[in-house]
């Protein structure tokens, strides 16, 4: 599926599943991902500062180095 550019800002997304969505530039600012799964999903460019994402499950996402570090600290799942 394809949700480049779209905003999930203050979003409760908790439990959705996204997997192989391409999220590019996608806003997450302030969402809910709480258990969400997002693996192999395209998330170059997404913003998830302020998003809850303890155990929401990354693996296989394409990611960047930053993102990878935000995700981790917030307590994602699924990052190697």
């Known amino acids: 599926s394809f949700c480049q550019e779209v905003s999930f ?3 409760n997304l908790q ?3 996204f997997h192989k969505a391409n999220l590019e530039n996608a806003n997450f600012e302030g969402a809910d991902l709480t258990g969400a799964k997002l693996t192999d999903a395209w998330l170059h460019g997404a913003n998830f500062e302020g998003a809850i994402v303890t155990g929401a499950e990354f693996s296989d996402a394409h990611i960047t ?3 990878r570090e935000v995700l981790i ?3 994602a799942k699924g990052i190697a």
Do not use: E, L, S
């Open 15 to 17: 439990g959705a599943i």
């Open 9 to 11: 800002k203050g979003a």
């Open 73 to 75: 600290a917030g307590g």
């Open 65 to 67: 180095k930053d993102q």
